[in-house]
């Protein structure tokens, strides 16, 4: 069985632009996660989506959004990138709910420069 | 609100040595659930073990084992006769039955284990 799988793994931005961040869950997981790693720091929650709805959001301001498809794949949005927004973007799946346990991806290292 | 503190950020041993990464966790909420997680070098994030608040029995798991105790909000991680592969940086982490959304990780304890 594949894993969770992201892409881009490695982007560069310039500031101000805009990212698309896309996650393919494990078969059968309905819910998909976001996290935000900075280096040196542990992941920072971003989104949670179950069966296509927001379940949960953490504290990010509105330049970050995220949805989820049909499919069960999610697509992490970013606008108007800022140079802090330079992180390791870890993508999580889970049959329901967070405490069940995640199964995280590999991350996509975003760079703005 | 969570919150979740691995006060050792970084512990180095040599090989054979047994290790203890500490984990000290709050929380309001009377059920939760705690995790560890491995993250190599690659960046995933690799699960260990998760824990559920009612079940304060010890786990081990070949060379791992666990220490859960209420009484002090801990969840330590010991690897014993640790190995280079041992090598990465571990998160402890907490999921709160109120929130149940999402987990509250530590900043992570980096343990280089030298040959």
């Known amino acids: 069985d594949a894993g969770v799988t992201q892409s881009p793994t490695h982007l560069i931005k310039t500031r101000g632009q805009h990212v698309t961040l896309r996650c393919s869950p494990i078969s059968g997981h309905k819910s998909v996660s976001w996290y935000q790693q900075v280096l040196g720091q542990g992941p920072q929650f971003i989104f949670q989506y179950y069966e296509k709805e927001e379940r949960g959001r953490g504290n990010f301001p509105d330049r970050f959004s995220a949805r989820q498809f049909p499919n069960y794949s999610s697509e992490l949005n970013v606008n108007a990138l800022l140079l802090g927004d330079s992180a390791l973007y870890l993508c999580?799946?889970?049959?329901?709910?967070?405490?069940?346990?995640?199964?995280f991806g590999s991350g996509t290292r975003l760079t703005v420069v | 609100a969570q919150k979740v503190t691995q006060a050792q950020t970084e512990i180095s041993v040599v090989e054979k040595e047994d290790v203890t990464l500490d984990c000290v966790y709050e929380?309001?909420?009377?059920?939760?659930?705690l995790f560890w997680y491995k993250q190599p070098p690659s960046g995933e994030l690799v699960f260990l073990i998760r824990r559920n608040s009612f079940d304060e029995q010890n786990e081990i798991s070949g060379r791992y084992s666990w220490n859960f105790q209420k009484s002090t909000s801990s969840f330590n991680f010991t690897i014993t006769a640790s190995q280079v592969v041992d090598s990465a940086v571990y998160f402890c982490?907490?999921?709160?039955?109120?929130?149940?959304?999402?987990?509250?990780f530590g900043k992570g304890t980096l343990l280089t284990v030298n040959p």
């Open positions: 982490a907490l999921g709160s039955g109120g929130s149940n959304y999402k987990l509250t």
């Open positions: 999580a799946s889970s049959l329901s709910t967070a405490n069940y346990g995640y199964t």
């Open positions: 929380t309001r909420d009377t059920t939760y659930y």
